[in-house]
């Protein structure tokens, strides 16, 4: 009987701190395994960036006897097989002067933070979207920029003529990739 009253005197104050413990423990848990999970989707990916980085450096016909015996290959669906296919034969026909363009871009979007791919993936859109006399243009402010400190290049956004040059598209790619640039608001690598 002292017993029982002294458990019952003890208990509710240790279940909250048991309770606290083991939530806690929970989502440490939890965390835990998102992060496995994080790790291994960018292995994934990673493997199949070599895997594909290899390929292109094949000659097409040794290309398409890699994809007609890679087991992974033949699980995609048709359509995606499609795409990787058009994919080669446009890196295929590409000079060799484009190819290392390619590879240099590549290498450089490898070493940007996770923030700055998504705002380059952003731009590109609406990248892709301008006619090309406005792409040209924006290009040729965007070299100009690269060749600024941080404090001018922020005085040029901030100015008049900035505004008059460009549409307000052109001003928001602009902008976008500006954060690219060494001291741009995004965090630099």
Request: charged share 35%; net charge positive; aromatic share 6%.
């Amino acid at each position: 009987m002292v017993l029982a009253v002294l458990l019952a005197c003890l208990l509710p104050g240790a279940i909250p701190a048991f309770s606290q413990r083991l939530r806690a423990q929970m989502r440490a848990e939890r965390r835990a395994e998102r992060m496995q999970a994080r790790q291994e989707t960018r292995r994934q990916a990673a493997r199949r960036a070599g895997f594909f980085e290899r390929l292109r450096d094949l000659p097409p016909a040794e290309q398409e006897r890699v994809l007609k015996n890679d087991k992974r290959f033949r699980q995609l669906p048709p359509e995606r097989q499609q795409k990787i296919r058009e994919n080669l034969q446009r890196w295929n026909n590409l000079s060799p002067e484009q190819k290392q363009k390619v590879r240099q871009r590549e290498r450089v979007f490898s070493q940007l933070t996770p923030e700055q791919r998504q705002n380059v993936r952003e731009m590109s859109g609406e990248w892709r979207n301008l006619r090309p006399a406005a792409r040209r243009h924006v290009r040729m402010e965007l070299r100009r920029m690269r060749g600024m400190m941080p404090e001018e290049r922020e005085k040029f956004l901030d100015s008049p003529q900035f505004r008059e040059r460009f549409s307000p598209k052109e001003q928001n790619i602009l902008r976008g990739l500006e954060r690219l640039f060494p001291g741009g608001d995004a965090p630099s690598q």
